[in-house]
């Protein structure tokens, strides 16, 4: 059974590399998507063989908001993007580079993780591996925000975030009532959608879709005005 | 009734927002002064409910009655009715000067009528968020609380739709989504960590400042960290604060007096229902938070001095004023706590008034360059009101501003941290010299013969008495002559943070 958490840990790991460093925005949506489905499996896995009954409710919230209504969305606005449908030029575009940090800090995280988080509940026996994993996904997530400079893929970067930050909280905080598990996802999903929106029609109002670009607008309208 | 109490200031203005969007969107398709005149009428009416509300819970919780919604979910103590009071009077004044404001915007074609729905729509809502993030005793709905008053005031920031304001919405949304995702962390590894000791009560915030020293101190390190970051984010603690002189550059009159008063001030409520136990079993995390609001302090306050930008040097100057707060928040002491909290109404009232006159003067002048104000005509009272706002957050008596910061210089000696001391009275003569400079910059110079008189509608505008500017002048100076008051409401949450946190 370990086998099948760590096939899983490194698949969504594959995924939030693929989600980052794939240059055509539906097929970044589309690795995207496929990690909450993975991340969906794995919190299963851990339900069906662990003492955390409670997962299942979590993996069918992760499946509808991570692998059904967020990349839905993200889908709609990659069409309403620019005509090339690729992301901007990021600042540093290795998916080799993402691949390494990814499982670095997820080696590290595997024992470092429950290390840091001893005496909390659950942190190394709800989702075995679990917290490594999260570690990995949320790190990986952050490289994301700062070597890209598209403002669609900032958004797919927070949307993998959230997706860290999920997986943290199913293994910390799973004891919560399912609806407030709910309220956060529905955060979330709110939060992502103005993002996209924001980002769409900030394009549509300065022609830039980078936040350099973005910045530097800013900054000669503040200096004129 | 005292159970439905919180739910109903939760509830109310939730209400008005959705109202609102609901009736607005029909008047808007009819006709533009139509869409004027009817908008925010929902919006006001339900903060006006919201604000009465606050002031009977005040008076219930005075009178020794337990505001507290069964369940855990919700708890009033007196700083989150404080702040859900603050909240929904400046909402009322706010937004009351918006209709105001918005009109002449939509006159002069700068704004369209058609937006206005989903601007009193998102204020109510705020107010509706603010209130429940203030009142909330759930350690995972607090972040849900918080991320709302993120998520609602994001379109309100593009509101203007001009480039700079896709750019402050964008970086808004962006640094405060990624932040608050780090407080999310923050707080769910804080309840993994209290549920050992808790058991079933550790998502109640009452209940986890009883857990205090038995937190894993390595845990609550990270936590703390965490929640530091996160929420320091979201209140523009240096260096997390770029979003914060964007955003409010961008925003429209009025909205602003309610988003620069309360906007930022949630997440420090939100880190002193936090923080108490994690510093509790992991000190070092008072230390960090003391430096990091010693920086924002000075670095705020500096780059305000520096602005030439009168609504971007209030921007920094909030972010100078947020570093006190963190100061009180840091101390670890009832003290402190207090004192913050006190700071947390005194900041709100002031700069909610000096954003009033700001916004009012920058749009009859069509410019925010302070070395443009000067010498043009300004709407009445926006001078005399605008200094009052200027000294009184500089920290001169008898207003609030005074008493807040007198509180945090000595909370801050007593704890035996005499350099943080002199970093705050320091920044507060940086501060009087700044806003009392700009303010004499813009309106004690005189017009030059045949110079600049302002536009035509600013002249227009300078008309109307600006009653609603006069109103929460008059609630400054009550603030500021009955600081007892004030402290004995605060003072009580205060000692029973820290008896629990300790």
Known sequence: ????????????????????????????????????????????????????????????????????????MMYRYAAATSATEQEAEPRLGRAVTACLLALAVWYVGRDGMPWLLEGVQGAATAVPGGLGTAA????????????????FKAAVAVGLLENGAHLLLACVAYTIPEMISIAVVTDVILAIWLLLLVGREAERGTGVRTDTALDRVGNEEVSRS | MTTWLPLLLILIPALGGCLEFLTGRRVADSD??????????????????????????????????????????????????????????????????????????????????????????????????????????HVILLYVAVELTTIVTILPVAFYRRRTSWEAAYKYALLNTIGLTAGLLGLAILYGAAAPVLGGQAFSLTALAAAGAELPSRAAALAGALILCGFGTKAGLVPMHAWLPDAYQESPGGFIALFAGVGTKIALVAMARALPPLMAAAPSLGTALMVVAAVSMLVGILFAFGSDNLLRMLGYSSVSQMGYIALGLSLGTAAGYTAAGYHIVSHGLLKALLFLCASEVCQAAGTARISALGGQRHPRWTGPL???????????????????????????????????AGVAVLTSLLTITTLVWAGARIFLSHAEEGGAHGTEEGTASAAPAPWLLAALAVVVFVAGLFPGWMTELLGRCGQILMAMGV
């Open chain 2, 32 to 137: 533009a002064a139509e869409a004027v005149y009817g908008a925010g009428r929902w919006a006001v009416i339900s903060t006006a409910l919201s604000l009465v509300l606050a002031l009977v819970a005040i008076f219930m919780l005075g009178s020794g009655y337990e505001l507290a919604w069964p369940g855990g979910f919700l708890a009033a103590d007196g700083l989150g009715l404080a702040v859900a009071t603050m909240a929904s009077l400046l909402g009322l004044i706010g937004l009351g000067q918006a209709r105001r404001h918005l009109a002449r915007d939509v006159a002069a074609g700068r704004a369209e009528a058609a937006r206005l729905p989903m601007l009193f729509g998102c204020s109510a809502l705020f107010v509706a968020a603010v209130n429940w993030a203030a009142l909330n005793d």
């Open chain 2, 386 to 420: 605008f200094l009052l706002g200027a000294v009184g957050l500089g920290g001169v008596p008898p207003l609030p501003a005074f008493w807040s910061k007198f509180q945090i210089f000595a909370a801050t000696a007593q704890a035996g941290h005499p350099w943080a």
């Open chain 1, 1 to 72: 059974m370990e086998n099948t958490f760590t096939l899983l840990a490194l698949l969504l790991l594959a995924c939030g590399v693929g989600a980052l460093e794939i240059r055509g925005l539906r097929t970044a949506v589309t690795a995207y998507a496929a990690q909450g489905f993975f991340l969906a499996g794995l919190l299963a896995v851990a339900a069906s063989v662990g003492p955390v009954h409670h997962l299942f409710a979590w993996a069918v919230t992760l499946v509808v908001s991570k692998g059904l209504i967020i990349p839905w």
């Open chain 1, 136 to 151: 990995a996904i949320l790190v990986l997530a952050l490289y994301g925000i700062m070597t890209h400079r598209d403002t």
